[in-house]
């Protein structure tokens, strides 16, 4: 077994000067080559998505340019599936199926990065409020690169034998779009994987270099509302009332003892109070306060460990107080949730051993797991004893600003961010090579 390498500041480092002094990789096959080809071609496409996001199950023309490109390659292509979703399918002889993943959907953001084709778009959220429109997650990258996996696996179909499934999923910002697929058949009107996967762009880690985290990669996002009820008054007569701020106070400081004393020290979980409104003047207290929690868990058992725990403090603390059976807090949690991300290890071991092998032992390296979210958990979860799945990251962080950051010299924009632009030539690189080989090695010809 090859030795596992966490990604400290150090490797980074190297990793990053890897990239800068050779601009290569460890293997040829051809893939490379072909790539490498296509890439002005690509980069046109990127510059394009870049400039026309669409928001969460809006992504109609982006569907619909991709799904065409898909049908030129030769894909039995099927679109509106989860509504924006499509499904492009080629079958190639007997063997294993193995579906890749890209996600659509762009966010609400103003984009900020001074690019020649930076977004312009406009368009109006479930808010009401009209807002610009950028790819700030990189969305445009995975997309890009899985145009250019499916380019190459279509140049390279002597070379693997089974089902390629490739599907571009709307709606992951809002954690909705892979459900919405597996809701519309995609295990059951098209052919069912047994491998599952995608990369997700990172704004950690130097451009070209590949992260990944075997077992729980990501978390169990639950977004908590609490309405906290009280008896409205006079500020200069609290005794004549039942403050819902202070109660609310009281639930925040007390949540916080949920990870801090009930959680193991040895098990991940965060529950954030985001949002607390209450009131509206100086000299009134108000019969109601309202809060937001966003929670985060790995497993099954943690998370409901605590959700219960919100609403049992939630309850507790409202009784302490005084307030009426009848007016207790209301607790919400939103449905559906997106739940965790888990990489198979026997299968992550297996892809990342031919990825060490192409891109080189310094390039490829395993990297914490981390308490962000990702809805491509949910094709691994609809069959956790069919489908065997992995999401990795591809760095993103242009060489002369991760340089400089190294220095101390600037802090780096995170995903979301009005001015985070990846090297996007570098993600898409190795994104397209790292798809199509992965596959390739997945479903290998018969004979070969």
């Known amino acids: 077994m090859h030795k596992q390498v966490r990604m400290t500041r150090a490797a980074l480092m190297a990793a990053g000067a890897l990239l800068c002094s050779t601009g290569a990789f460890a293997q040829d096959d051809g893939l490379r080559a072909g790539v490498q080809d296509d890439m002005p071609e690509l980069m046109e496409l990127y510059r394009d998505l870049h400039a026309n996001p669409e928001l969460s199950f809006e992504e109609d023309e982006t569907a619909a340019k991709l799904a065409a490109r898909m049908r030129k390659l030769g894909f039995e292509v099927t679109e509106g599936v ?28 103003v984009e900020q990065t001074g690019l020649p084709f930076a977004s312009t ?11 610009g429109v950028m790819h700030a997650c990189g969305h445009d990258t995975h997309m890009t690169a899985w145009i250019g996996a499916a380019q190459q696996l279509v140049d390279h179909k002597d070379e693997w034998s089974g089902t390629l499934v490739m599907i571009l999923q709307p709606a992951e910002e809002v954690g909705e779009g892979a459900l919405a697929m597996l809701e519309d058949g995609l295990f059951t009107r098209f052919p069912k ?52 701020v202070v109660l609310a106070s009281s639930i925040v400081m007390k949540l916080q003892t949920l990870v801090s004393r009930e959680l193991s020290p ?24 309202k809060l937001q929690l966003t929670v985060r868990s790995y497993t099954d058992e943690a998370r409901k460990l605590l959700l219960d725990g ?38 992550t071991e297996t892809v990342m051993t031919g990825f060490r092998t192409r891109f080189g032992e310094d390039r490829v390296m395993q990297v914490p797991s981390v308490m962000g979210g990702e809805d491509f958990s949910q094709y691994r979860r609809a069959d956790p004893d069919g489908v065997e799945s992995l999401i990795f990251w591809i760095g993103g962080v242009p060489e002369d600003e991760w340089q400089a950051a190294q220095n101390g010299e600037g802090a780096l924009p995170s995903l979301h961010s009005p001015f985070w632009a990846p090297d996007a030539e570098k993600v898409i690189e190795t994104g397209a090579e790292a798809l199509a080989a992965a596959a390739i090695d997945l479903m290998p010809a018969k004979g070969g």
């Open 193 to 244: 994987p047994d491998y599952a996967i995608a990369f997700h762009d990172a704004a950690q880690f130097p451009a070209g270099t590949i992260g990944y985290s075997p077992g729980y990669a990501l978390a169990n996002v639950d977004s908590v509302d609490i309405t906290v009820k009280g008896v409205g008054g006079h500020g200069a007569y609290p005794q004549s009332t039942k403050d819902p």
């Open 121 to 131: 778009v406009k368009a109006t959220p479930a808010t009401g409020v009209e807002t």
């Open 82 to 109: 989860g509504k924006t979703g499509v499904v492009a399918v080629m079958e190639n002889g007997q063997g294993p199926t193995v579906l890749i993943r890209a996600d659509m959907d762009g966010l609400p953001v």
């Open 310 to 347: 919100i609403a049992r403090i939630a309850r507790g603390e409202a009784i302490a107080a005084g307030i009426a059976e009848d007016q207790l807090p209301v607790v919400t949690v939103a449905d559906p949730y997106t739940p965790s991300t888990f990489n198979d290890p026997e299968f």
């Open 266 to 289: 040895l098990e991940p979980g965060v529950v954030t109070v985001g949002s607390f409104r209450a009131g509206s003047k100086h000299n009134i207290i108000s019969d109601e306060a």
